[in-house]
């Protein structure tokens, strides 16, 4: 009863308090934040409750966000800008399809998914885990960054893809039109933090943290981890990409800078300050770190990076589950020092 | 599990409350009250902000300096510095931020094109104004943007005709991997193709590389009679020094560089880029009363042993030329700055500096300059006379089908 108390207060917070009380810019920003909570979301899932240290979650993001700026881009019928100061005269047949919205939409979910499909089942086979899967999807990350910025009459270059005015009959010049943008980021967050939850809740997310605590175990049970971690890898792929996907109207561009692994990291370390065993910690960690980032750059524009860097080796110290781990933190010391005073 | 949720929840709430309260109406906005607000937005961190803190440097000494001199309208300007984190999207949030929170009467910044590019549409959009100072690749023209860098025409086009006249034949071109030298090498293509040139090779690094003998020994295979050199940034640094060990010296492989400067230099070491070429449209060298005024101030206020370059010069001018403008148009509204603006020509440390009503660009001098063993940079050739902004090369045959 409480929780569902506390979601409403939360709901109402986000989808009523904030367009009335928040500036239009203001409000813009948070709906980027929200688009990195909808990412946390999916990182909660795979690395909370699946264990796969994910570094490389930019890549989902950029292939949802590239699926629907492509689209955005070819609304107005002409040539993308960039294309033709790259030199390219005739649109790539890789663009063609994404001229229609269906098949953008599509996409956003698709690719991600596809991609993290295919790497899931083709690392968790081979039983690589921890540390090697972090590197590795690090190192996809690093590679996916390489093949944009080296196509650039494709993608945009280390430019990207930027200038977008409509999205989906959306004026994006208009600050009504991008309020109601807003208000379907909010709806998606809401949307995918209770699936999300939905799904942890079931049998199989009691199989995922089972294989995170114990993966041999559960093998000798009869289950088949690849197939349940890469399930859940996928779930928060496809999340990315959608987060990815609003991203772009929201912010309105899109580069490789923000998948690369600085990028992938800082959606992680969100969740890291969060509470990455707790959903709602999560979507906390990823709005409070953006929100930070901004008022720290904005106060200190010499020197934020020390403070939010001093901040997160704060908490990674004194509180390594996160914020939201630290009433079991304050239980468990409690409790402690009661043994000792027991034993005394 | 509940305790926590209420926990986050008032965190959350305390977020908001705090974001709400962020965004009162601070003081005075704009032309409101005593001071008049301009933004200055460049990166202060990140791998840009080794070039882009000394332009932001030169604004505030010229805001200082129309400050000193009574302001604009009467009001002191009040700056307004935010930092771009050599980031495309944080350029753009903090471009709206000073437009939408600040409400600041212009803004002055940017260095890369990328950030240029994410700027665009939030001054269009808002119909503000940005004071972009770097030499750029061209092919742009926004009504909300003044462009008080170089564009090819001033910079890239002179220094072939340059190469050309100094019977340079054969062209290799090394650049990072990014819109400006893409761009650059296209038009160098079409200038050789037209000009009986031939280009012996063309190759491109990511941003930030620190590894070039792969490239080295392609140079010392083609043996160009010229290199031009698009890198930006760190790179420099390990090209030309790779260069050098590789047995290399200006004279047996000359390069001309259009994004090293003074500063640059500095970081290179004078001793690894003695000799070699630049194309830009100012050096601290540069002869003139108000340039020797200008260095004197810098180094009076940032310390005697730093140095001016091009693109710090631009950004000064910006700051100079803007005041100016909302001077001649008795306001500082954007409208009313556009239009006064065309014409506007001011005695600045590069000469003569007009303002090109029709396409926001400046009318510059082309300077070709050589690498001195002190780091200095001692101009061997210029244009003569300020050259009109192109920025579509339009008055260029040979450059008809690039735009």
Request: charged residues 15%.
């Given at each position: 009863?409480?929780n ?6 939360a ?6 308090v ?7 810019f ?10 990195y ?20 979650q930019?890549?989902?993001?950029g292939l ?21 100061w790259?030199g390219?005269e ?12 269906v ?14 499909t ?7 086979r081979?039983?690589?885990r921890?540390?090697?899967f972090?590197?590795l999807?690090?190192?996809l990350?690093?590679a ?13 270059g280390?430019?990207g893809?930027?200038n977008f ?9 208009e600050d009504a ?9 909010a ?6 933090y ?8 079931s ?13 041999d ?5 009869g289950y088949?981890?690849?197939?349940v ?8 792929a ?22 690369g ?13 969060g509470g ?6 999560a ?14 750059s ?8 020390y ?8 908490v ?12 079991h933190?304050?239980?468990d ?8 005073e027991v034993?005394? | ?29 704009g ?14 961190s ?5 070039s ?27 700056p ?21 929170e ?6 002055f910044?940017?260095?890369t094109?990328a950030?240029?590019k ?13 004071w972009?100072?770097v ?15 170089a ?8 220094a072939?005709?340059y190469?050309?006249?100094q ?25 050789a193709a037209a ?8 190759e491109y690094?990511?941003?930030?590389t620190?590894?070039?003998s ?6 010392g ?8 050199n698009?890198?930006?940034?760190d ?26 400067a003074e ?12 000799g ?6 100012y050096?601290q060298?540069?002869?003139g ?5 200008f260095?004197?101030?810098y ?20 700051v ?8 001649k ?15 506007i ?10 303002i090109?009503?029709?396409?926001q660009h ?7 300059g ?6 200095q940079?001692?101009?061997v ?16 045959a ?6």
């Amino acid at each position: 009863m409480r929780n569902r108390a506390v979601f409403a207060v939360a709901a109402i917070l986000l989808l009523v308090v904030a367009p009335l009380v928040l500036s239009p810019f203001r409000l813009d920003l948070l709906g980027k934040y929200l688009c990195y909570a909808i990412v946390a979301v999916g990182i909660s899932l795979a690395w909370g409750r699946g264990g796969m240290l994910t570094l490389g979650q930019g890549v989902f993001f950029g292939l949802g966000g590239y699926a629907m700026g492509m689209h955005l881009k070819l609304q107005d019928g002409e040539l993308p800008d960039f294309m033709s100061w790259s030199g390219v005269e005739e649109l790539p047949l890789l663009w063609k399809p994404f001229a229609n919205p269906v098949f953008a939409l599509a996409m956003v979910i698709v690719l991600p998914v596809l991609v993290a499909t295919l790497l899931g089942l083709l690392v968790f086979r081979q039983r690589v885990r921890g540390a090697y899967f972090a590197v590795l999807s690090q190192a996809l990350a690093a590679a996916f960054v390489i093949l944009l910025i080296g196509q650039q009459g494709l993608t945009g270059g280390t430019n990207g893809l930027t200038n977008f005015q409509f999205f989906f009959g959306l004026d994006l010049y208009e600050d009504a039109d991008r309020r109601i943008l807003y208000l379907v980021t909010a709806l998606v967050l809401g949307a995918s933090y209770l699936s999300v939850r939905q799904l942890v809740r079931s049998r199989y997310g009691q199989l995922l943290v089972a294989i995170r605590d114990g993966e041999d175990r559960v093998r000798f049970l009869g289950y088949d981890p690849a197939l349940v971690k890469t399930v859940a890898f996928a779930v928060s792929a496809g999340l990315a990409g959608i987060a990815g996907a609003l991203f772009v109207p929201l912010v309105g561009l899109l580069s490789p800078a923000n998948l690369g692994i600085v990028a992938s990291l800082e959606l992680l370390v969100g969740v890291a300050i969060g509470g990455r065993y707790s959903l709602a910690g999560a979507v906390a960690g990823a709005l409070l770190f953006n929100y930070a980032k901004t008022i720290f750059s904005e106060q200190w524009p010499d020197g934020w990076l020390y403070v939010q860097g001093a901040l997160f080796v704060a908490v990674m110290v004194w509180a390594p589950r996160g914020l939201a781990g630290l009433s079991h933190q304050f239980r468990d010391a409690l409790s402690s020092r009661r043994k000792v005073e027991v034993q005394a | 599990m509940s305790p926590v949720r209420r926990t986050l929840i008032t965190l959350l709430a305390a977020g908001l409350l705090a974001g709400g309260c962020a965004n009162d109406p601070s003081g005075s906005g704009g032309s409101g009250g005593d001071t008049i607000k301009v933004g200055i937005l460049h990166s202060l961190s990140g791998t840009m902000a080794i070039s882009e803190v000394t332009v932001r440097d030169s604004e505030l000494l010229a805001i200082e300096e129309v400050n000193a001199a009574g302001g604009v309208l009467g009001k002191k300007l009040e700056p307004v510095v935010e930092d771009g984190a050599s980031d495309w999207p944080t350029f753009a949030e903090k471009a709206q931020k000073l437009i939408n929170e600040d409400k600041v009467a212009t803004t002055f910044g940017g260095w890369t094109s990328a950030s240029r590019k994410a700027m665009l549409p939030v001054f269009e959009r808002n119909k503000a104004l940005l004071w972009y100072p770097v030499q750029y690749e061209g092919l742009e023209s926004s009504p909300y943007i003044f462009y008080t860098g170089a564009t090819t025409n001033q910079q890239i086009v002179p220094a072939l005709d340059y190469l050309k006249q100094q019977g340079k034949k054969s062209v290799f071109l090394v650049g990072s991997d990014y819109v400006f030298p893409r761009t650059a090498n296209k038009i160098i293509k079409a200038y050789a193709a037209a000009n009986g040139m031939t280009i012996s090779g063309e190759e491109y690094t990511p941003l930030g590389t620190t590894e070039y003998s792969t490239i080295v020994n392609k140079l010392g295979q083609a043996k160009p009679d010229v290199v031009f050199n698009t890198l930006n940034g760190d790179s420099n640094v390990a090209f030309f020094k790779q260069l050098r060990s590789a047995g290399f010296t200006a004279q047996t492989m000359p390069t001309v560089s259009v994004s090293v400067a003074e500063e640059e230099v500095t970081g290179i070491g004078p001793a690894n880029v003695a000799g070699h070429l630049v194309a830009w449209n100012y050096y601290q060298t540069t002869e003139g009363t108000t340039n020797s005024t200008f260095v004197k101030a810098y180094k009076a206020k940032y310390g005697a042993d730093k140095v001016t370059s091009d693109p710090m010069e631009a950004g000064y001018n910006a700051v100079k030329l803007w005041a100016a403008a909302a001077a001649k148009a008795g306001s500082v509204d954007v409208d009313a700055v556009k239009k006064a603006a065309g014409g506007i020509s001011l005695d600045l440390p590069e000469g003569k500096v007009t303002i090109d009503g029709e396409n926001q660009h400046v009318y510059k001098t082309a300077r070709i300059g050589l690498i001195q063993p002190d780091g200095q940079i001692k101009e061997v050739w210029n244009s003569g006379a300020p050259i009109k902004p192109d920025p579509y090369l339009k008055g260029y045959a040979w450059a008809a089908g690039l735009s």
